[in-house]
T-cell receptor, first 116, second 121 residues
């Protein structure tokens, strides 16, 4: 069974600054995907960034980047130039590629508040 | 990007009644959909995997007779909460798996619906 741990229930950052959200996971699988999702007050889950475990290069999407450490089973999210619209709950998630492809395990979430 | 819809977005019902929630993939065919439950300020807990044309696979601890799932077509899965009670009040979210085959992508993509808030009085 897979587990995902987010050790920071709440975080805050000043607008325009950088913040890093932590995530660790545990699995015996070798092939898998890792994700960061954003859930704003509307409750709609939005994919922020994804990482394939076989790729050593860290994924980036504009202001969002990850630090993927496979040996340490760590997958942190860095948000640069934080914006007020980044205020949301962020979930780290894990998904194996097969056989239940797409079935995801989520961490408990980190509530991020961006302050003006 | 692909869109997944849920209907209704919110529902209030009396204890003992049944409620049906629909999840539709609007512009792709989803052979697999997932149903999650989320309590306020908590994580998403997977309830079941819905497979088109076959029985759903339920996670441990989820009552399959209480949470009936039907995936009758490639674009629609339904979750029926039977004999609902106040403790079933929650936010229910579905997601649909868009496989890579024929898409030009090398990976699965999972699209989430906007959720359904169920309140049982």
């Amino acid at each position: 069974a897979q587990t995902v741990t987010q050790s920071q229930p709440e975080m805050s950052v000043q607008e325009a600054e950088t913040v890093t959200l932590s995530c660790t996971y545990d699995t015996s699988e070798n092939n898998y995907y890792l994700f960061w999702y954003k859930q704003p007050p509307s409750r709609q889950m939005i994919l922020v960034i994804r990482q394939e475990a076989y790729k050593q290069q860290n994924a980036t999407e504009n202001r969002f980047s990850v630090n993927f450490q496979k040996a340490a089973k760590s997958f942190s999210l860095k948000i640069s130039d934080s914006q007020l619209g980044d205020t949301a709950m962020y979930f780290c998630a894990f998904s194996i590629t097969e056989p239940s492809a797409g079935k995801s395990t989520f961490g408990d979430g980190t509530t991020l508040t961006v302050k003006p | 990007g692909a869109v997944v819809s849920q209907h209704p977005s919110w529902v209030i019902c009396k204890s003992g009644t049944s409620v049906k929630i629909e999840c539709r993939s609007l512009d792709f065919q989803a052979t697999t959909m997932f149903w999650y439950r989320q309590f306020p300020k908590q994580s998403l807990m997977l309830m079941a995997t819905s497979n088109e044309g076959s029985k759903a696979t339920y996670e441990q601890g989820v009552e399959k007779d209480k949470f009936l799932i039907n995936h009758a077509s490639l674009t629609l899965s339904t979750l029926t909460v039977t004999s609902a009670h106040p403790e079933d009040s929650s936010f229910y979210i579905c997601s649909a798996r868009d496989p890579p085959e024929g898409s030009g992508r090398a990976w699965d993509t999972q699209y989430f619906g906007p959720g359904t808030r169920l309140t049982v009085l």
